[in-house]
C-alpha cells in the first residue's frame, strides 16, 4: 500500500470516526441513564435519514437544514418512547427485556420505513457537498468534512450539557445513584425521559448526515448497531468518552483495511476487537467495574 | 479451617475499599467482624469468595492459596457465604433452592435426576434443621424475609462447609429471628465449622463472637475478645468519628 | 411481605412437589411421541404442496425454537444471534457436501459435530458477559458469519450463495416437503427429548439457578461457566443441523436470508409467545407465529415486519412469562377459589 494512499485512509478514517462517535455515545448516554441498549437507535438514525429526504424532496429544504425540524420531533418522541413503554418494564429482567423491546421497536420502525419508501437505495445529492478538498495530496470529500463538523459540534455541545447545565448534573446524579439522586429532590423519571429525548436528537442529528454522505435502505441499520455495539464494547459501557475514542480508533482501522483488503474485511474489524476485547478484557478499555454484567 | 488474608487492596475508580488488610480469622471460632459502612467489610468477603479479583494481596484458606480460584472452586474447597440482601432462586421451589448446592460432581452426576431420594433426604434434614421443612414445596419468591434468610442458611450449609461466611445475618428481621438465625450460628460452630460474621446489631456480636475484628476505611484498627473491643478508643472513635 | 403458607400434610415430607414432577416428566415424553407422530402423518392429511411448504418451516421452526430455550429458557441468557449458527449449519453441510464428494448425509452428520465444537468455542468467549452485553454479542456473531460467507468467495459463492444437493430423490415437490416434515418431526422429537431430559437432571437446576441468580449459583459450588458453555453447544448444535437440513431442502442457501437477525427474532419471539420456562411453549409459539407469518407474507406483505415488531413489543410488555405460565396462574386461581393473601400478591408478583 503507498503511503499516500494509507494517509488518505487515515484521513477519510478520522471522518467516518466522528460519526461513529456521535452515535456511539448517543448509545452510551441510553445505557448510563437507563441501563439499556437501545438496540433502535440505528433504526431511528435511518428513519432521521428518510425524513431528511423526504423533507428534502418536497420541500426543498437544504438536508442540514432540516435539523430544527427533525431534532426536536425526535426529541419528544424519544420521551414519549421512554414514558410510554420503556418505563413500563419493571421486572426482574429489566435489562434484557428491554434490549428486546428496543428490538421490537427498531423492526417496527424498520417495516414501516420498508413499506412506505420501499426497498430501494435512496441518497442526497447537495451541490457543496459533492466536491472534495485537496490537500496535500490527500482527497478529502466535502461531504464526510461536513459531517465531521455536525457531529463533533453536536458531541460537544452534548458534553457541554452534561458536564455544566443544571440538567445535566441531575442526569449524572441519576445514572450514579438514583435513589440518592431522589432523595435530594431529582426528579428522576423526568430526568431518564428528557435523557432518552436527547438520545434521540443526536439520532436526528446523526440521520441528517448520513443521508448527505452516503447511500441508505430500510434493512441499514443492522450493519450499524452491530458496529455502534461493538464499539461500544471494546470502549466499555457506560464510558461516553471511552466510546469515542473506540470509534475514532476503529474507524480509521476499518478505514484503512478497506483500502488495504475489501469492504468485506473492513466490515470484519469491528467484530474482531469485539471478540479481542471480550477474551481478554470484557469491561472494555474505559468500562466500569461491573459493565460487563449488563 | 483458618482463613488468612494477607495484605488486600481493592480501589474502585477513586474509592479505596480496602487498604493493605491483612487479617487472622481464628479457625473453629466464630468470628465477627464489624465497622462503619463503606470500611471494607463486604469487599472482603466478595474478594475471599472469588466474585471480584483484588488489586494486590492473598487469601489463603486451610494453607491453600485461593486468590483469584473461580467462585465455585473456592465454594467447593469449604467456604460458604450468605449476602448482605438475602438472595434465593425465587422462581424454584425452597427444597430446589437447596438442592442446588454442590459439593463435588463429576458428568455421571450431572446427569443423573436431581431429586434423587438421598440427595432429598439430606436436603429435607436442613430445612427440617432451620425450621422450614414444611415449606419444602413451596415457591422462594412466596416465603417472607426471615424464611429466605434460613433458607440461604440452609443452602450454604448442604455444601457442608469447613467456613462460613454471613453478610449481615441480622440485618432487617425481628428479634424472635435473629434469636433463631443466633442457635443456628452456634450449633454450626459446634459442629466444627468456622464463622465468620458482618454485623452491625452489636449485641448479638457481643453474645455470640469468640473474635472480634474492626475495620475502618479499609484495614483492620483493633481485634480480640469482644469485651476488649467494647471499651478500645480506636473503635470508639471510628464509629463516632470523633 | 406474604406470610407464611398453610403447611399441607403432604408437603410436610417434602416429596409430593417431587414426585408430581416426575410425573411429569414421564408424562412428556410420551406426549412428545405422539407428538413427533402426528406432525409425522401430517401429509398424509394435508395434500397440497404449499401447506405441506409451510409445514416444513413450522416444524423446523419448532426444533430451532426449542434449541433456542435450552439456552434462554434455562439460563435465561437471551441469543439473537442464533441465525448465526442456522446459517453455518447450512454452510457447512453444503461446502462438505460439495467440496468433498461425500453424500450429503455424511455432510450432515459431519455439520453435527463440527457445530457441536464451534458452539462450544464461541460459547465460552461470549458467554464471558451476561445480559445486554450477551445479547449485542450475539448479533455481532450474525453479522460476522454474513461477512465472511459473502468473504470467502472460493468457498462459499460469496453473495452469489450456494447451491446444495437434496437429501432425497422424490420427484414431485409435495413428496418432497413430505419427506422433510418428517426429517424435522424426527429431530424435533430428538431435541425436545433432551429438554426434557435437561430439565430434570442436575445439569438442568443448575443452569435454572444461573437464570435466577448467577452469583449466587456460583457461591454455591455450581461451575457456572461450564453449564453454560454446555447448553450453548448443545443449542448451537441442534439449530445448526436444522441449517444443514433446511439447505438441502431448498437445494440453495443465500448469505443474506439465513444470516439475518429476523431468524433470531423470530425464535426469541416464538420461545417468549409459548412461554420459555416450559418444554411447549416453544412449539406453541413456532406453531402460532410460522402460519401467521406466512399468511401475512403471502396476502399483505408490506406489513410483515411491522407486524413481528408489534408482536415482539406487545409480547415483551403485556405477556413477558408466555401464554403457557399465564395459562397455569389463571388455571391455579381457578382451582383454588378462596385465595389466601399470599397467593394473590405471589401471583400479581410473578
Redesign the interface.
Known sequence: MTRSLFIQSVVFGILSGGVYALLASGLSLYFGVMRIVQIAHPAFLFLGAYLTYSLHNRFDIDPLLTMPITVPLFFVTGMAIQRLLLARLRDENAAMMSVLLTFAIAVVVEGGLSAVYTGSYRSIDVEYAKKAFDWFGVRIPRDRVIGLVVAGATLMLLFAVLRYSRYGRSLRATMQHPEAARLVGVETERVRAIGFGIGMATAAVGGAVLSIITTFFPSGHWEWIARLMAIIVVGGLGSVGGAAVAAFVLGIIEAVVQSWLSPVWAGMVFYLFLFVTLIFRPQGFFGGRLAQRY | MSLAVRGLTKQFGGVVALDDATVDFVPGAINGLIGPNGSGKTTLFNIVTGLIPTDAGEVTFAGRPITGMAPYRIARAGIGRTFQVVRAFDRMTVLENVLVAERRSGLRELIRSAIRGSEVDRAMDWLRQVGLDHLADADAADISYGQKKLLELAAILMTDPSLVMLDEPAGGVNPVMIERISDLIRVANANGRTIVIVEHNMEMVMSLCDHVVVFDRGRPIASGAPDTIQSDERVLEAYLGV | ?????D?SPR????????VA??RRQAWNYVAVLALVAVLAAGPVVVTNSYYRYAGVLMVMYMVMATSWNLVGGFT?Y?S?GHAAFFGFGAYCTGIIANESRTSVILALLATVGICAVVGAVIGI??L??????F???T??L???GS??A??LRSLTGGSGGLDVAGLYSFSGRAARHAAYIVTFAVLLGVVMWLWNFID???????L??V???E???????????AFKVVAFALSATFVGSAGGIYATWTGFIDPIFVFS??IS?QL?LMS?LGGT?SLWGPVLGAAIIVPSSEFFLVNLP????????????AV??LM?NGIIATLRRLWVRRRAPAASI?EVA?AV??
Not at chain 3, 411481605?1 to 403458607?5: E, G, L, N, R, Y
Not at chain 3, 430434570?200 to 443448575?206: E, H, I, L, R, S
Not at chain 3, 452469583?215 to 457456572?224: C, E, F, I, Y
Not at chain 3, 408490506?302 to 407486524?307: A, K, P, Q, S
Open positions: 411481605m406474604p406470610s407464611a403458607i403447611a408437603s410436610q415430607t417434602g416429596q409430593s412437589g417431587v414432577q416426575r435465561g437471551v439473537l468467549v461470549a464471558r458477559v451476561r445480559g445486554s452485553s445479547v449485542i454479542v448479533i455481532a450474525v453479522y460476522m461477512l465472511l459473502q468473504g430434570g437432571t442436575k445439569f438442568g437446576m443448575g435454572k439457578a437464570r435466577e441468580d452469583d449466587r449459583a456460583q457461591s454455591l459450588g455450581v461451575n457456572t461457566t437477525v429476523q427474532a426469541v417468549l420456562r408490506e406489513y410483515h415486519l411491522v407486524t413481528m415488531g408489534v408482536m415482539l413489543g415483551v410488555l413477558p399470599r405471589g408478583g410473578a
